[in-house]
Nanobody
Framework: QVQLVESGGGLVQPGGSLRLSCAAS????????IGWFRQAPGKEREVLTC???????IYLDSVKGRFTISRDYFGNAGYLQMNSLKPDDTGVYYC????????????????WGKGTQVTVSS
């Protein structure tokens, strides 16, 4: 069974950090790009960053310089290090497997996790 499971979300104060994990099972994640997405309350799901199957990252302007995407080929997992968090970063964070292009879109990704909640608040 193909599955992606996110973890590491929680409540953090503005300026704080979190590290999200994305664990894959039922398939080899190394053959796919990994993407991270956020859905804020009342808004559409947006792409934040993705990393190609050979390790090249792409960042959207909203997270560039603050978030770092990485992947573990042996562990069949992906990660999102989030620093300097802001209240606007609040939302449900999803990871997905698919293709990572220079203008990434949610439709480029085919397998999705169920998300983990991140709340940035004092």
């Amino acid at each position: 069974q193909v599955q992606l499971v996110e973890s590491g979300g929680g409540l953090v104060q503005p300026g704080g950090s979190l590290r999200l994990s994305c664990a894959a099972s039922g398939f080899s994640l190394k053959r796919y790009a990994i993407g991270w997405f956020r859905q804020a309350p009342g808004k559409e799901r947006e792409v934040l960053t993705c990393i190609t199957d050979d390790g090249n990252p792409i960042y959207l302007d909203s997270v560039k310089g603050r978030f770092t995407i990485s992947r573990d080929y042996f562990g069949n997992a992906g990660y999102l290090q989030m620093n300097s968090l802001k209240p606007d970063d609040t939302g449900v964070y999803y990871c997905a497997a698919g293709d990572c292009y220079t203008d990434p879109r949610p439709t480029d990704f085919r397998a999705w996790g169920k998300g983990t909640q991140v709340t940035v608040s004092s």
